[in-house]
């Protein structure tokens, strides 16, 4: 029989249990903190969990030309949720004073069983302290992207088939996005759909564009790329 690749399985046991996990958290946060050091400032900074930590932006900047005016820092964390922002803001945020910032997080509170209400509270703090810290800044909430659940997928620890099974569907990923979408828009924020062309017909993220069922290939990331672009220049 075909296994599954249950990524809330995966992601809560090394979260929860693998200290692995959790030593390269801090390790990333801690690369983050030192390279903040001599980063520039007024720049742009994406900030999420591994949706964002795995989009190759910086090296879609450097070798593809972009043309934009502002450099970008990538300050993902794979695994993370709203929360594990929240208590690393200066990390990830703060100590940049960003220009924009781009912020996709919240898929792991969703996959991690955590209450709407919580994943709300938290993104309702997250904005209020940025709007508290920088008032100038442009702040860009990204429509969480689609996943696939139905087409099959292989994992590459065991070898094995299966579909992409989790406590996230297309279905709650659209109606959290959407009340992340009215929450920034009572502070001012932008809600952006960058997913045109990752779906298919049936809504479903499109197999070619994925490994997972979740998670982009670079191929899935140049589309995003291509439709962020507007709000990069």
């Known amino acids: ?3 599954g690749i249950s990524m809330k399985d995966e992601t809560v046991k090394l979260t929860k249990l693998n200290p692995k996990l959790k030593e390269f958290q801090d390790d990333l946060r801690s690369h983050y903190t030192a390279a903040n050091k001599t980063a ?4 742009i900074v994406f900030v999420g969990s591994s949706l964002m930590e795995i989009f190759p932006i910086e090296k879609f900047q450097v070798e593809e030309n972009l043309g ?4 970008i820092y990538n300050r993902g964390v794979r695994a993370t949720t709203t929360k594990d922002v929240l208590d690393h803001l200066d990390t990830l945020i703060f100590d ?3 220009r924009k910032i781009f912020i996709n997080i919240g898929t792991n ?4 069983g955590l209450s709407e209400t919580e994943t709300l509270t938290n993104y309702r703090q997250l904005l209020t302290k940025i709007k508290e810290q920088l008032p100038e800044t442009q702040v860009y909430v990204m429509k969480f992207y689609p996943i696939n659940a139905v087409d099959e997928f292989i994992d590459p620890r065991s070898g ?3 579909r992409y099974s989790d406590k996230r569907t297309n279905q709650n990923l659209q109606a959290m996005s959407d009340q992340l979408g009215q929450l920034a828009e009572t502070f001012g924020y932008s809600y952006i759909d960058v997913n045109e062309q990752l779906a298919d017909s049936d809504g479903n993220l499109r197999k070619e564009l994925s490994f997972d069922g979740a998670h982009l290939l670079p191929a899935g990331y140049q589309i995003v790329l291509q439709n962020l672009m507007p709000y990069l220049r």
């Not at 934009?68 to 450099?71: G, M, S, V, W």
């Open 68 to 71: 934009l005016p502002l450099t």
């Open 160 to 162: 094995e088939t299966g």
């Open 109 to 112: 509170d969703i996959g991690f």
């Open 1 to 3: 029989m075909k296994a």
């Open 96 to 98: 940049l004073k960003p």
């Open 40 to 43: 520039k400032k007024n720049q």
